[in-house]
């Protein structure tokens, strides 16, 4: 009885230019792609069909995208193959091969424009938030209205015009809310595009641990040293503010 060729298990494979390596950081995390190169070609396999469909593939320049049969490649929806396999290939996980670069940091803020874009996304995971961006404007006049005891497990600082506020419970005023992850304050409801980019960044850019890296949704950082944090009260932060109106 022949074999019904819905029920085969499909095997994908691609090919990509060399040139254009670099479009392929949308889609390091795919752990299950392998990924090997020739004189001019890379090649991947290892696709999951749902994967085969996603809009990942479908925006990479020159990308071509093969079902495997018999040992041959066919394009999509093509009954005749367009060539054979490639044999004596060096195949690699790709979130091995491709490697991350960064430029140097600027000062301590860097937007980050590499190799592999570095981006936020929302996050499915709800996750406890334990920073707090805040407009010195808008809370000004609520600051004299918190109680001493819920102040003294805050630190803060300034970043620019606004109030970080770092520690928990957080305070009940307007501002962003953060929160925790290897170092990093992120946006609630934001996570790192690539998960296993968070501690290479550590590494990269706050490798003595002096402090935390804060994100925007942007992609954009800012690194907030732990000495600039000072324990937080109403006289410090009055006397913060008059110091600022001053510079």
Same mark, same amino acid.
């Given at each position: 009885m022949a074999e019904d060729p819905s029920k085969r298990i499909k095997e994908f494979w691609a090919e990509l230019p060399r040139a254009d390596e670099d479009f392929l950081g949308s889609i390091r995390d795919w752990k299950n792609v392998q990924i090997a190169a020739d004189e001019e070609t890379l090649w991947l396999k290892g696709f999951t069909e749902e994967q085969a469909v996603a809009s990942e593939l479908q925006q990479l320049p020159d990308f071509i995208l093969y079902e495997l049969r018999d040992? &041959? &490649?066919f394009r999509k929806g093509a009954l005749v193959p367009s060539r054979k396999i490639r044999t004596a290939l060096l195949w690699t996980p790709i979130d091995k091969a491709l490697r991350l670069t960064f430029p140097a940091s600027n000062n301590n803020y860097f937007g980050i424009g590499e190799k592999v874009q570095v981006n936020l996304k %929302? !996050? %499915?995971e %709800?996750?406890?938030v334990m920073a707090l961006l805040s407009t010195i404007a808008e809370i000004r006049e !609520?600051?004299?209205a918190i109680p001493k005891f819920k102040l %003294?497990?805050?630190q803060w600082t300034l970043v620019g015009g606004q109030a970080l506020f770092l520690g928990t419970p957080l305070l009940s005023l307007p501002g962003k809310t953060y929160w925790t992850k290897d170092g990093h304050l992120l946006p609630a409801g934001f996570d790192f595009e690539f998960k296993n980019v968070s501690k290479f960044l550590q590494q990269k850019y706050n490798k003595e641990s002096e402090g935390w890296l804060i994100w925007d949704k942007?992609?954009?950082c800012l690194l907030i040293k732990n000495t600039d944090f000072r324990p937080l009260s109403i006289s410090s932060f009055r006397l913060t503010e008059k110091s600022n109106e001053w510079n």
């Open positions: 040992g &041959l &490649l %929302e !996050s %499915e %709800e996750q406890p !609520s600051m004299a %003294e497990k805050i942007n992609g954009n």
